[in-house]
């Protein structure tokens, strides 16, 4: 990396605003000012704010593609004024197409594509756009606004109606000085992060906080403040039995594209790679670009958590310049105060430090990090789709007077976990029931006995139902619409950016999305084994590579509460007042901790979580030192 650009290049850029604003613009100006310095962690390279009648943008930006002053922020063009977090990847062609409609650019960015594709189609060209954002463009000759979400939602947008504006960030600590008097807990989306270790959309934690759907618009009339409902502009393509399904040579082809065209940037570009079959064959394609490619893997000093090895042995075959960084766990739990501080709303998937110290690692030789992430969606990789998920509607058969009977095994070694899912489904009755305690850390039956009180309002229920195809297409489409935007999608976003680094992900890209969702057989055929992403990836790597055994990356958070998190976890959790939840259900499974329960020690650490984030976040406080 040149010298002059690692000076100044620290983090992926952030929007921010305040709109329908009834005070003079020069007020707005000052406090959209105020959320963009939250976000200057996201994009130091350059900033600026733009205020008129009725609303206030900003920005922070991390300069990926035209390096120069023609690509800042807020960006005007005749009565269009944008800002824009992400990147599109067929700007080429866009440019090209809206220079023929008579356009004229000063520069070189795709941001500034962007803007006149809106002045020439309006929110119609969302759907044109490959690519990932969160962004706002004011017509201030028509004296509305619109707010719009990339196609998976990687990139978050939060939205905040209060006092009669509406407020947008790229994170919600840009909006917490602001509005920390007027926000509430919302005890529904309480609930749903304790069973799914995430905050499920379009809720936010706080009551008055909301997140903008993935693939949606919203038009704000600058007046009124009103908005309707957000605009869907984009859905996962539906079954078509009458198409033919992919060859793994079609699907190495459409990755070979979408991996291409990730690498145009002019800042240097790496991959993380942790031997895996979607790393390594995004890797393998990067490759086939150029013959200079970096690569990063963590490794863990306890064998249970390392497959580092995996990593350097597709490395050392496909001749990438590798790094390894190894982590025992106490010094991977030095990082726990830097994850909470950058996740500002709980978030309890642990492997998420392991992210963010890869991250890290990558940050220190390239701006951008190709990942695999979206392989196992949409090719069906999850080990979940073997089990209670693949045979949800048979638990639908099942005489809900048997529940008791199996809940008796819970505690069982090695089949207890897999009996109380069971009991859990057949107690419930339904089949996306069955899969929504397939994939809870806190199911059910402990859910309520947690927070009794605790309404829930769970899409992933809605949507399974919803969801076309065979049962394991259903559980891919659903985990496509959940699980990867509100957990992975955001625990990468999250982590890459606390470094300074821009994520990018070809497996998500339209083409590839559209081979897997028409092949969605083969995942029928071989649940949890990605049997097409595999053969594809046999093409370029040997059989040896390919055939190894899946691993989760994670970190050792249940060792942890037994042992250096013991003492924070009695003072924050399992002492104190039932104010939010019951403490004696918490400390009775921490008796099932102390005998081993690696689902308590799942269930502990999303307590654990969001207490940390509750005394930081809503009570300021700052967090506790943790040394190895």
């Given amino acids: 990396m040149p010298t002059a650009l690692a000076a100044t290049v620290r983090s992926v850029c952030g929007v921010a605003g305040i ?23 996201r994009g130091p390279d350059d900033g600026g704010v733009a205020a008129g009648d009725g609303w206030a943008i900003g920005m ?33 062609e866009l440019r090209e197409e809206l220079a023929a409609l008579g356009h004229t650019f000063r520069g070189g960015s795709d941001t500034e594509v962007v ?26 000759r028509r004296r509305v606004a619109w707010l719009a979400r990339d196609r998976f939602g990687k990139k978050p947008l939060f939205l905040a109606r209060l006092r009669g504006r509406l407020l947008f960030a790229s994170e919600l600590k840009a909006m917490l000085p602001l509005c920390r008097d007027e926000v509430t807990l919302d005890r529904a989306a309480l609930a749903g992060y304790l069973r799914y270790q995430y905050v499920p959309g379009p809720s936010s934690i706080l009551r008055e906080v909301e997140k903008l759907p993935p693939a949606s618009w919203l038009e704000v009339d600058l007046e009124t403040g009103q908005t309707g409902e957000p605009q869907i502009y984009w859905q996962p393509p539906a079954p078509d039995a009458s198409l033919p399904a992919a060859t793994p040579g079609e699907v190495l082809d459409v990755v070979r594209e979408a991996t291409a065209r990730r690498m145009v940037a002019d800042v240097p570009v790496g991959a993380f790679l942790s031997g895996g ?10 490759r086939d670009a150029s013959e200079d490619v970096r690569t990063f893997a963590i490794g863990f000093r306890e064998g249970t958590y390392d497959e580092s090895g995996y ?57 951008v990090a190709l990942t695999g992430d979206g392989g196992d969606e949409l ?53 996306a029931a069955a899969y929504r305690e397939t994939v809870s850390i806190w199911r059910t039956p402990d859910l309520r006995r947690l927070v009794p009180d605790a ?76 049997p097409l992403l595999r053969d594809a990836l046999r093409l370029v790597l040997p059989d040896a590579l390919v055939d190894r055994p899946k691993m989760g990356f994670t970190v050792p958070h249940t060792a942890w509460l037994r042992g250096e998190l013991k003492d924070l976890l009695h003072d924050l959790v399992l002492s104190g007042p039932d104010e939010l939840y019951r403490r004696s259900t ?43």
């Fill in 586 to 628: 918490a400390r009775k499974v921490n008796r099932r901790l102390a005998g081993g329960s690696r689902l308590a020690g799942h269930q502990l650490w999303c307590l654990l979580v969001f207490e940390l984030w509750r005394d930081h976040w809503l009570r300021g406080r700052p967090l506790p030192a943790l040394a190895a």
């Fill in 311 to 367: 990593a350097a042995a597709v490395a050392q075959h496909l001749g990438t310049r590798h790094a390894t960084f190894t982590l025992s766990g106490d010094e991977t739990l030095k990082a726990l105060p830097a994850f909470v501080e950058a996740f500002d709303e709980p978030f309890a998937d642990s492997s998420a430090i392991a992210t963010y110290a890869v991250a890290r690692l990558a940050r220190q030789h390239v701006t």
């Fill in 379 to 431: 090719f069906g990789g999850y080990t979940r789709y073997q089990g209670v998920g693949a045979r949800a509607e048979q638990i639908e058969r099942v005489p809900r007077a048997a529940a008791p009977v199996l809940a008796l095994g819970r505690h069982l070694p090695r089949v207890g976990p897999r009996l109380d899912v069971l009991a859990s489904a057949v107690r419930l009755g339904t089949a």
């Fill in 60 to 92: 922070r930006r991390l300069a990926i593609i035209d390096l120069s002053a023609a690509g800042h922020q807020p960006m005007a063009s005749g009565d269009h004024v944008l800002v824009f977090n992400g990147e599109v990847y067929n700007f080429a």
């Fill in 277 to 286: 079959t979607d790393s390594s064959l995004v890797v393998a394609c990067m």
């Fill in 455 to 530: 309404p829930e309002h769970d899409a992933l229920l809605d949507t399974f139902d919803a969801a076309a195809g065979g049962p394991v297409e259903r559980l891919m489409r659903c985990d496509i619409a959940t699980y990867l935007v509100d957990d992975i999608l955001q625990k990468v976003d999250r982590a890459t950016m606390a470094v300074s680094l821009e994520a990018r992900n070809p497996l998500l890209d339209p083409a590839v999305v559209a081979v897997a969702l028409r092949s969605t057989e083969y995942a029928e055929e071989g649940p949890g084994r990605k």
């Fill in 19 to 41: 709109l329908a604003w009834s005070r003079p613009a020069a007020d707005g100006e000052r406090e959209v000012a105020q959320m963009v310095d939250a976000l200057h962690h």
């Fill in 115 to 140: 803007l006149e594709a809106f002045r020439e189609w309006g929110p119609a060209a969302l759907d044109r756009f490959n690519g990932f954002f969160a962004l706002c463009v004011v017509d201030t």
